[in-house]
């Protein structure tokens, strides 16, 4: 049967018929709100590269997290600053580094909300890479055991997920038996599995000044190819998944999240464990400078986005709009 005996406008005549057979959902229960924090007292400081977006001391971020928490999203994800770089990223792991204290201050503040911390060494290092460089190339094993230390800091910090970022082979591996042998058997690895090496990320790298330095033009370590993900590939991001979850992975994680809809749907299709999706920077900040040029409706586009990327299978939407889609939901 064909029209008229099948009009399909019928069902999308007015908002509570639209509501009623409304196939995808998205609440302020699927969102989760990074948080930049670096080391001080009382800063709330503009992010040059990210509109809305602020660097925070654990003072504030606490103060910040109580909003988040108030407004129904359940998590944050803590990106840390250090007060020094070195070659290994010492501050990454230090009982007394921003993101420790941090958590530490939320958990106090809010003990409901779940605290995430990002695990990675690319803000960390002289080198801007997520890894140890040694001989001219990102040494695998080496940086697996570092991540394992940050890590278990977080966790001795109150961390409830550790998420680790760098693509390191095995990391996930080296974090879960950390974890297990210093009983923090509770704490859970949102792994970011598939992540890309995107372009999407220049805003983000400017706000954790985490670009690869500038002393590795010309060389492969000029950009972080040789770790992160083809953005060509997608077989290659399901056996990814599949290892993290082999090794003990709790969540995974697609990164960037719009342009590889197509990851997160191939994965929602394979894989029963939760799957998270980052909402990255240049993504955030393309919708915002298209809004800032009256060229599209800023709120519309956002809860477009986000469905999009949650209709796409994603159960976890980490996003920079978290706070504004939230009273957006409410």
Not at 131 to 155: F, M, P, Q, R
Not at 168 to 186: H, P, Q, S
Not at 209 to 215: E, G, L, Q, R, V
């Amino acid at each position: 049967m064909g029209f008229p005996k099948i009009r399909m406008r019928r069902l999308r005549t007015n908002s509570s018929m639209r509501r009623l057979v409304r196939q995808t959902s998205l609440s302020a229960d699927d969102l989760v709100e990074p948080l930049f924090v670096r080391p001080g007292e009382g800063l709330k400081e503009p992010i040059e590269s990210m509109a809305d977006c602020y660097h925070f001391s654990p003072d504030t971020a606490a103060e910040e997290a109580a909003e988040v928490a108030a407004l129904g999203i359940p998590a944050v994800l803590l990106f840390g600053l250090p007060n020094k770089k070195d070659e290994k990223g010492s501050e990454a792991w230090s009982e007394k580094g921003a993101v420790q204290q941090a958590v530490r201050e939320i958990k106090k503040a809010v003990p409901e909300l779940l605290v995430i911390t990002d695990v990675c060494l690319c803000a960390y290092t002289e080198s801007g890479h997520c890894g140890l460089v040694k001989n001219g190339k990102i040494d695998n094993d080496s940086t697996c055991e570092l991540l394992a230390k940050v890590a278990l800091s977080h966790a001795q910090a109150g961390a409830d997920i550790v998420a680790p970022s760098d693509m390191m082979d095995g990391r996930v591996k080296y974090i879960r038996e950390a974890l297990e042998e210093n009983d923090f058997k509770d704490v859970a690895i949102m792994a970011y599995s598939a992540k890309y090496a995107s372009s999407f990320y220049g805003p983000f790298r400017g706000a954790v000044d985490s670009a690869p330095s500038p002393a590795f033009a010309g060389t492969g370590l000029a950009d972080r190819k040789s770790y992160q993900m083809d953005v060509s590939n997608s077989d290659q991001a399901m056996q990814e998944i599949a290892l993290d979850i082999e090794e003990g992975a709790d969540i995974i994680m697609v990164k960037p999240a719009l342009p590889y809809l197509d990851i997160i749907y191939r994965a929602r299709q394979r894989f029963d464990c939760p799957i998270a999706a980052y909402n990255v920077s240049g993504e955030y900040m393309m919708l915002n400078s298209a809004a800032q040029a009256g060229l599209l409706d800023k709120e519309f586009a956002m809860m477009e986005v986000l469905t999009a990327i949650k209709r796409a299978g994603a159960d976890i939407v980490i996003t920079y709009f978290a706070k504004e889609a939230a009273k957006l939901l409410k």
